[in-house]
């Protein structure tokens, strides 16, 4: 008999993992499907192992810097590109093992391969086509299960993402390379074309850069990162453009021929002219898709718009039993609203009362490059074109005493207030660390905080979060230092 469960879920990123262990912790009976690492893309190949990679950038950019600190450094500081991977895998390996242990602790069944859902209840695990490859990657020791049938009163699908290619230009791995190749690179190129400028291609661009890379970006839209606010955008474009990146912004690359050992693109820019830009390695990050493909949904029905599932607020499909959450469920595409799409799901399956859909307009986003970009909520020009009543309040932090200290003093926060309900709309932020600070507004949002309650917040001294409610006092012509 195929062994039974209350929940399956397919897919072990941030999204299936921490469903699996809110359904073990409501006493479901659960198991998860993995057919390649345990913590999916963002702890092997995205959110952990960019980061450890932007943490090196951001040591030797102040290395760079000692003389402006009053310290001196005797001889210089280079990066080592063996080293620099080799601490990044580590990270991801320690994280990767983590949830591995998460598993065994929550009494998790592992199911190793790949899965199909045959009908509503039921899924057939076939041998995995996507064997683990790296040796710091190892299966899981409490594995319990492989090919075979199974059946679950309720099935996830937590399958994630993969990069987009657009025709013509795939990515061969060698010369083109996606996310996967940027992240572990043999030697570092002398010369980069990043072709798009989302947070994947912007983080990749500020990494190169601070390696001392020639970096050029190309991106279709006006604005780079064109879903953050344009004002601030147009910050982090400046100070990206100081440390020496090349960017192209209402420009698209039309072809890409491979030379021996480097590529040449043919950007096409807002005036229709053409130019050639070769360099070693070109990294294509025009997006993802979701992966919904082998999985037994068009047979079954299931509704999927733009290769992504459709869900309702708490992750059910259109197909009574089947559930998605996260990057395959469509966007923003981030780790944090998968794991929390994930719970939502897994408390209305338990039936636990009182139970919030998710609000994907309180999810808040963050771009690692230097300078960091935060936000949460809608933009100016959003609000704008959504027929709001607004007040906006700015605050640089060229007027912020622990930004001058800490020599971060190029930066803003921005807030969106609605003018008559004193509703905080949006929050914008560029420069140091505003992705520790963004989580701040998203509280504020989440308990429907007024700009009154957040001006008679108090804010420690010195520290860069007084910017934000400095913003704030902006808003209502009550700002007090500057």
Request: net charge neutral; charged share 25%; aromatic share 4%.
């Amino acid at each position: 008999m195929a062994e039974s469960y209350d929940v399956i879920i397919i897919g072990s990123g941030p999204g299936g993992y921490v469903a699996a262990i809110r359904a073990s912790q409501l006493g479901l009976k659960t198991a998860i499907v993995e057919r390649e690492h345990m913590g999916g893309i963002c702890l092997n190949w995205g959110c952990i192992p960019t980061k450890a990679l932007l943490r090196s950038a951001e040591v030797l950019d102040h290395a760079n810097h000692f003389k402006d600190f009053g310290l001196v450094l005797e001889g210089t500081v280079k990066p080592d590109a063996k080293a620099v991977v080799g601490r990044s895998r580590a990270v991801s390996a320690r994280l990767n093992a983590g949830v591995g242990f998460l598993m065994k602790k929550n009494k998790i069944d592992i199911i190793w391969g790949e899965a199909k859902i045959t009908k509503p209840g039921e899924i057939v695990v076939g041998k995995s086509t996507k064997p683990v490859v790296e040796p710091q990657h190892p299966l899981p020791k409490n594995v319990k299960s492989g090919e075979g049938t199974y059946t679950a009163k309720h099935i996830i699908i937590a399958t994630g993402a993969r990069p987009r290619a657009l025709p013509g230009i795939e990515p061969d791995g060698k010369l083109i390379w996606t996310y996967f190749e940027a992240l572990k690179p043999d030697v570092l190129p002398k010369s980069l074309i990043v072709m798009g400028s989302g947070a994947i291609g912007i983080e990749f661009a500020s990494f190169y850069r601070s390696m001392g890379v020639d970096v050029t970006v190309v991106e279709v839209m006006p604005t780079i990162m064109p879903v953050e606010d344009a004002e601030v955008t147009a910050i982090a474009r400046k100070q990206l453009e100081k440390r020496g990146l090349k960017i192209f912004t209402s420009a698209k690359v039309t072809k890409v021929e491979k030379g021996a050992g480097s590529v040449t693109a043919h950007v096409e820019t807002a005036d229709g002219k053409v130019q050639q830009i070769t360099a070693d390695r070109l990294i294509s990050a025009v997006g993802v898709q979701g992966n919904i493909e082998n999985l037994g949904l068009e047979a079954l029905g299931v509704k999927t718009d733009r290769g992504c599932v459709v869900i309702d607020g708490y992750g059910k499909t259109n197909v009574a039993g089947i559930y998605a959450i996260g990057d395959v469920a469509g966007p923003p595409m981030l780790a944090h609203k998968a794991e929390h799409e994930g719970v939502v799901c897994v408390e209305k399956i338990a039936g636990l009362p009182n139970v919030h859909p998710t609000d994907k307009g309180k999810v808040p986003g963050c771009t690692y490059c230097n300078p960091q970009v935060a936000s949460v909520g809608i933009t100016e020009a959003k609000a704008k074109e959504l027929g709001r009543d607004i007040r906006v309040g700015r605050f640089s932090f060229a007027a912020n005493g622990k930004a001058i200290a800490l020599g971060e003093d190029q930066g803003m926060v921005k807030v969106i207030f609605d003018k008559k309900t004193g509703e905080l709309l949006g929050a914008h932020m560029v420069g140091a660390e505003v992705t520790e600070l963004i989580q701040g507004f998203v509280v504020a949002m989440n308990l429907e905080t007024t700009e009154e309650e957040l001006m008679h917040t108090i804010f420690p001294h010195p520290t860069v979060s007084e910017t934000m409610k400095e913003a704030v006092l902006d808003a209502y012509g009550r700002v007090l230092n500057a």
